[in-house]
């Protein structure tokens, strides 16, 4: 069966319909490209045919180019790599531009053929290029359709003329939010922007795009760039409208991603140096750029953390197989921040709630948390009335354990105190049958422990929710030593249905999330007592791709849960403990500086609680020394605080899979997303070299930079973490 299929209606327009085998959402493949230039070849040969429509044979047109194929454009573009990249996508851009000429003559511009795009509902990445070659775009009036060109979101751009194109139809200005930031648009707004033409009913689609074709003039295919005296929306770079526009694009890149995210200076460059050429020139100049971005380890490894194994993660890679497990109804213990949070993403997806808390009041405040995030969203057009009540409707907000009866799921998140735990448990057990499966939401307490109180400890789990809970992707499930696949695969198919990303790791102090990012925070806390300046510790970390130093990640978590996770590990360690931190953190906390929670942190607040600035007392309490690291050294400190403890995680077995090492690092707590991970980022930068950083930050800061065994095992090898561990090495195994 094909990807594509064509056909001539009897007046003489053909339909080129986009229908792949086997999957819910058009994607692109090298096969793909090849069926449709067949098909374009078949309607610029056939005198009889008038024009064309490219549509859809599904609800959507395209979800883009299959990302497994650009993952691995690389490594199957022979010896000479950047030379195979750079062919493979100027062949691309020949067909998109045999498709904008159609035909017509290079000299008068005429003669050519119609070519429309009728999309019947979402279009991204390449399924928005290949209609952005075409002469005119309808879309069929669906707001739940998407429409733009997400690439920058995954490490790279548009690079089959999406870049060049839209540039060039807007003006730099105007197409920066679609290009830069992968903005996404219904129809109407698609429409509003100018990145498409028409927006009709659904039942119209075809019959418009046809009507079109069959009425269309020469002058009507001609794109403006391709006209006599056409000049470039809003000025080109060296016009002095565009001048500024420019120069204001560049600050803006290099603000928001610290010079550490190739694709987009990459894409600057390209519609920037674009704009000074012939249109056919600029394409070349975008294959280049390009070629350049996917020539990158950092866009390899974020298309395959960011696409591939999270999307493999979502749809069960590592689901034991037992029977579907999906949640009927669930029951959440506790009403404060993280179960109302809980309580809102399961209504939202659908799943009956039982909400429960000692008093009625804090029953009622937490369903009340669903009720005001629905009227925020009417208020922004992205819920209604009916669908708020429709969620509402889902939660009983009460006292009585009894409601509880029918439940396939608890999710338990009460104090974190193992004793509160412990009876609630009970009182659960008391009334669910013996197929409910009991999670706790602790983020620190070891899940085998806790599962004593359970008289079923096989169907005992934690999942880790990260706060806010309808804002943050990641779910940590957790499984102590007698958890059974069926309380595994119920988690796993709870966390589908809220549409979270999963991570499932073995039970250990801190699970894996919370292991990795405590020695970040304490590192940075750590250089403050050194008499490290505290605007170098906080931009090392920002320039290296943090989203937030250590020293603001501090205060956002509040510095009393940093003091008490500090008294709970040094009871728990003893004379293993390294209280390197606690001088710092301690002292922040008999001061009353909690964090943003107080206004009054490692940074000052003003009256609205907005942050004005670093705490000028750091400095006076911990005086700066005379001589200041390099930049690089303060890096590698907060960058191998984090990824060591990764390394461990996996050395000890409390993480089983790479991929969900990389996908919960990014999603979980912001690791360096241009990275791909921590186990991409030591892939990339290689054992060998990952270990002699070690060693001198050994030498220089204590035993705790360390190199474990295995990484330095891997570097006498010559191994990676992919290449030994990655699902291709596991599957070989």
């Not at 009720?371 to 429709?390: F, P, S, V, W």
């Not at 509040?558 to 390197?580: C, F, H, N, P, R």
């Not at 002292?587 to 609205?608: P, V």
């Not at 220089?700 to 990484?711: D, E, K, M, N, Y």
Request: charged share 25%.
């Amino acid at each position: 069966m094909k990807d594509f299929t064509y056909e001539v209606d009897a007046d003489g327009v053909a339909i080129i319909t986009w229908d792949v085998p086997g999957k819910s959402m058009n994607v692109m493949s090298l096969e793909g490209l090849a069926e449709l230039e067949s098909c374009i070849d078949k309607v610029l040969a056939d005198d009889a045919v008038k024009g064309a429509v490219l549509t859809s044979g599904k609800k959507d047109f395209a979800g883009g180019m299959d990302l497994n194929i650009i993952a691995k454009m690389k490594e199957s573009a022979g010896d000479n790599p950047a030379k195979g990249l750079f062919d493979g996508v100027m062949a691309m851009h020949a067909l998109l531009r045999k498709i904008e000429r159609a035909g017509m003559d290079p000299k008068t511009n005429k003669g050519g053929k119609p070519i429309v795009a009728a999309l019947p509902g979402t279009a991204l990445g390449i399924g928005l290029e290949i209609p952005l070659a075409c002469h005119r775009i309808f879309a069929a009036d669906n707001p739940k359709a998407k429409i733009g060109l997400p690439e920058i979101m995954v490490g790279i751009f548009p690079g089959a003329g999406g870049t060049t194109r839209l540039s060039r139809k807007l003006g730099a200005m105007a197409a920066a939010p679609l290009l830069l930031e992968g903005k996404l648009n219904a129809p109407k707004g698609a429409k509003n922007m100018g990145v498409i033409d028409e927006v009709v009913a659904p039942d119209d689609l075809l019959t418009t795009a046809r009507d079109w074709v069959l009425n269309a003039k020469d002058a009507d295919i001609v794109k403006p760039w391709d006209q006599k005296g056409y000049k470039f929306p809003g000025g080109a770079p060296y016009h002095p409208a565009g001048f500024m526009t420019f120069v204001g694009a560049s600050a803006m890149i290099n603000g928001k991603t610290k010079g550490v995210y190739p694709a987009a200076k990459a894409l600057l460059s390209a519609v920037y140096e674009g704009a000074l050429v012939p249109f056919d020139t600029a394409t070349t100049i975008e294959a280049r750029w390009f070629t350049n971005v996917l020539m990158n380890p950092s866009s390899s490894a974020m298309i395959r953390s960011l696409f591939i194994n999270k999307e493999a993660l979502e749809k069960g890679a590592n689901r034991p197989k037992v029977d579907d497990q999906t949640v009927r109804k669930v029951g959440v213990l506790g009403a404060g921040m993280m179960g109302a949070g809980i309580t809102l993403v399961s209504a939202m997806a659908g799943i009956e709630v039982v909400l429960i808390d000692q008093a009625q009041e804090a029953a009622d405040r937490g369903k009340a948390y669903t009720e005001t995030y629905m009227d925020k969203g009417i208020k922004r057009g992205k819920a209604t009335a009916e669908k708020k009540e429709q969620v509402l409707n889902l939660i009983t907000a009460t006292t009585d354990y009894a409601a509880l009866e029918g439940c396939d799921l608890i999710i338990e998140a009460v104090f974190e105190d193992p004793a509160i735990k412990a009876e609630v448990t009970a009182k659960v057990e008391a009334v669910t049958g013996d197929d409910c499966i009991f999670a706790t939401n602790t983020s620190t307490l070891p899940i085998t422990e806790l599962a004593k109180a359970s008289k079923r400890p096989e169907q005992y789990i934690g999942i880790h929710f990260f706060s806010p809970v309808e804002k943050m992707m990641l779910v940590e499930i957790i499984k102590g030593k007698e958890t059974g696949d069926v309380a595994v695969a119920k988690a796993l198919d709870y966390v589908r249905q809220i549409r979270k990303t999963p991570i499932v790791v073995n039970d250990a102090r801190f699970f894996y999330a919370n292991r990795c990012i405590i020695p970040y925070l304490n590192e940075g806390i750590r250089m403050v007592a050194e008499g490290i300046a505290a605007p170098l510790i906080e931009n090392a970390a920002k320039l290296v791709g943090m989203p937030l130093g250590p020293l603001q990640l501090t205060d956002e978590t509040s510095i009393d849960l940093g003091v008490k996770i500090a008294k709970a590990t040094k009871q728990a360690m003893g004379d293993a403990y390294d209280d390197g931190a606690d001088e710092v953190i301690f002292k922040l906390f008999d001061e009353e500086r909690l964090g943003r929670k107080s206004s009054a942190g490692f940074y000052s607040y003003d009256e609205r609680g907005k942050r004005t600035g670093l705490w000028g007392g750091l400095a006076e309490n911990w005086p700066l020394t005379k001589d200041q690291p390099e930049l690089t050294e303060v890096q590698h400190r907060l960058l191998f605080s984090q990824v060591l403890e990764a390394v461990r995680a996996l050395e000890e077995g409390v993480l089983e899979d790479i991929r969900e090492g990389d996908v919960g690092a990014i999603l979980g707590w912001g690791f360096a997303p241009w990275s791909g991970g921590p186990f991409s980022w030591l892939d990339i930068i290689g054992a060998a070299r990952a270990v002699q950083i070690c060693d001198d930050l050994t030498a220089r800061h204590g035993a705790r930079f360390t190199a474990p065994a295995l990484l330095r095992e891997m570097a006498d090898n010559g191994e990676s973490f992919y290449d030994r561990f990655g699902p291709e090495a596991e599957a070989a195994a």
